[in-house]
């Protein structure tokens, strides 16, 4: 309807037909290939977060795995410290050289044991950003000052062949 200054006219259109016939039909095309690149996008950024929550879980398990076996071995080595100890001062109260000798061999299997664990430990991955070196200045920096030729089992274990 258009207005007029004196009357309204029914009659009359604001919109010509022709024009008003072609843009819905534009319309709908536009917002049906937005609709489907809306869609498209949310399919690409969901596959993108289960990727990466993929690569976080194989993260997560690969942190566990080595936290679970350095425990595991740090436990074995508190063990076989523990028993070894307790066949020394055995040994010690004991009189009968066999039950002895049988204490001693105990002794020696259980330090195979913790050194085992320990070499094991060592060819692990570290936790912390020092890095292995930093073990070793750990412990040279621990020593009393004036023990710096001394024997040290830590020197031992570091310069073992075979660890880093």
């Known amino acids: 309807m258009r207005l007029n200054a004196t009357r309204l006219d029914p009659n009359t259109s604001p919109v010509s037909p022709t024009r008003h016939s072609v843009l819905p039909t534009a319309w709908r095309r536009v917002l049906l290939a937005g609709f489907v690149v809306q869609l498209l996008l949310i399919l690409f950024v969901t596959a993108i977060g289960l ?56 002794f020696n299997d259980y330090g195979a044991t913790f050194v085992g664990a320990r070499l094991a430990l060592l060819g692990l991955p570290l936790g912390g950003p020092a890095g292995p070196a930093a073990g070793s200045e750990r412990t040279r920096a621990a020593r009393p000052a004036g023990t710096a030729g001394r024997y040290c089992p830590a020197d031992a274990v570091r310069d073992y062949p075979g660890t880093a």
């Open 51 to 106: 990727q990466q929550l993929q690569t976080a879980a194989h993260n997560l398990d690969t942190v566990v795995d080595i936290h679970m076996r350095k425990l595991s071995l740090t436990k074995t080595m508190m063990t076989a410290a523990r028993e070894r100890t307790l066949c020394m001062f055995r040994m010690s109260i004991n009189h009968d050289p066999f039950e002895r000798d049988r204490l001693f061999m105990e």
